[in-house]
């Protein structure tokens, strides 16, 4: 066999996987927690299917998506392919999307109102189909972000649980950008042992070994991985 033919040289998305995932398994290392407590959401929002099957053919199985149409159209297709692919809600959703969202995604991660959570409960109970739910939180208390203020959660998760019938299994936060994000990774953590909740959604690109540090149960990578959205961007990125 000749020795010089060079390995075959992995898709740059591929290897920024890899990469992605090295980090992650040693923030766990290094911070004493199990590297099976913590998933990659890979957010392939703004990325095609031709980018994102790299990064499925590496084995990656969760990913992202924050619009329904976008996330329809690519992965009705790309789920013929890869049936056992795990797809997470991560953007604003609008009660009359609920039916669509529920249809389409394994896990809905931006419950942030009585509405929707109304709008999921009628959804799951017609469609037979149970996504698992967490709930947003505007730890920021930014008027333009979606999520429920840390004040009204203790009320929306019991209209979730009593009114609603609803099972909710953690908590998500996006901090705001222009702050430091471990109070915010803090108070998301403190709300969620509050409340008896155990999934923690929290860290992107820029801060992900740091929420592994502070508790995320997963981690939702998007640029770390894809590379810059600049330019393939449709729309500004806060929601
Ligand atoms: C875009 C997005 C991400 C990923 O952000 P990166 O900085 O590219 O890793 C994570 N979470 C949400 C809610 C997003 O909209």
Known sequence: MPSSAPLSPLAPAAEHLAQVWARINRACRDTGRAEADVELVCVSKNFDAAAIEPVLEAGQ??????????????????????????????????????????????????????????????????????????????????????????????????????????????????PPVDQLVSPHFALLRRLATDFGLSRLSMGMSDDFELAIQLGATQVRVGSAIFGSRRGVEKQPMSI
């Open 61 to 174: 199985r969760i990913f992202g998506e924050n619009r329904i149409q976008e996330a329809r159209e690519k992965w009705v297709g790309l789920r013929r392919k890869f049936p056992d692919i795990e797809l997470h809600l991560i953007g604003r959703l609008q009660s009359n999307k609920a039916a669509d969202a529920v249809a389409l995604f394994d896990v809905i991660e931006t419950v942030d109102r009585p509405k929707i959570a109304e709008a999921i409960a009628q959804a799951i109970g017609k469609s037979g189909k149970s996504p698992r739910l967490l709930i947003q939180v505007n730890t920021g208390a930014e008027p333009q972000k979606a999520g429920i203020a840390p004040a009204d959660l203790a009320a929306l998760l019991a209209y979730c649980r009593q009114t609603a019938g609803l099972r909710i299994e953690g908590l998500m936060c996006i």
